[in-house]
């Protein structure tokens, strides 16, 4: 665990830094305005609307390639050993802060006003190792559907609420004006592809995921029941004593 954590270290430090500048600098191009912060935009130097369209491409593999390298990084620094024995719920806890904190610092680098609580009702949920994965899972992406799609520089409220039996997941935030005529299925919507295929996974568990997309505005709720039981040899075990 140690040598994967000095490895997570080793690709942030040499990636995402780089990574995020370089989509601050493509998002300004996007603007239309090549200049560098604090300086006077020049007409000479607008950029064109064909280059406008390079530079969000740009962008679209900027942020996918950081996205990608942080999934990564939390895969080495997640240590899932720990949580089938999670009896109060503290390692859960923990792990969604640690995804929380993360993407809110990367959502300020690009710019983004990024409000992010993790609130406790009535006590910490003691889930199963599946059930953490998917929630950790589906937290990142919606981080990743944020740093896509929202509106650049907009205000974005998450929220995790933790109860004793399920984990409650709520995103608002405003839309890119050019996906705010998207309707409100999940197939058709900014990153709906992924969403689906964690809507049937919250199913499966008898949770659900909705989302919406009104007056330029996206919501997303997602409610996943906490299933404590598995099948991993450590809590089973936990369970008979």
């Known amino acids: ?19 995020s500048a370089a ?38 593999y900027i942020l996918s390639a950081l996205t990608n390298v942080h999934r990564v990084i939390d895969e080495l620094n997640m240590d899932a050993t720990t949580l089938p024995g999670d009896a109060d719920g503290e390692a859960l806890a923990n792990l969604l802060r640690a995804t929380l904190d993360d993407g809110d610092r990367r959502l300020r680098k690009l710019g983004f006003n990024i409000t992010s609580i993790r609130h406790c009702a009535g006590g910490k949920p003691s ?8 929630a950790n899972n589906l937290l ?10 929202a509106a650049p520089g907009s205000k974005v409220d998450l929220s995790v609420m933790l109860r004793p039996n399920a984990i409650e997941i709520t995103q608002i935030n405003p839309m ?15 990153g709906g592809h992924g969403l689906a295929s964690f809507k049937k996974q919250l199913e499966s568990y008898q949770g659900t995921l909705t989302t919406s997309a009104q007056d330029g505005s996206w ?3 997602a409610y996943i029941p906490v299933t404590v039981i598995d099948d991993s040899p450590g809590l089973l075990e936990q369970v008979q004593v």
């Not at 665990?1 to 990574?19: K, N, P």
């Not at 300004?28 to 369209?53: F, K, L, Q, W």
């Open 1 to 19: 665990m140690e040598s994967r954590a000095r490895i997570a270290d080793a690709i942030h430090d040499a990636v995402t830094g780089d990574l």
């Open 23 to 60: 989509a601050f600098v493509a998002q300004r191009h996007i603007g239309g305005n090549s200049s560098g912060p604090g300086v006077a935009a020049d007409p000479a130097n607008a950029t064109t609307t064909a280059d406008a369209e390079d530079w969000r491409q740009i962008n679209e």
């Open 127 to 134: 889930a199963s190792q599946a059930i953490a994965e998917l």
């Open 140 to 149: 990142r992406e919606i981080y990743a559907n944020i740093a896509r799609h």
């Open 176 to 190: 890119k004006e050019d996906m705010a005529g998207a309707d409100e299925r999940d197939d058709e919507l900014p």
């Open 219 to 221: 919501t997303l709720f």
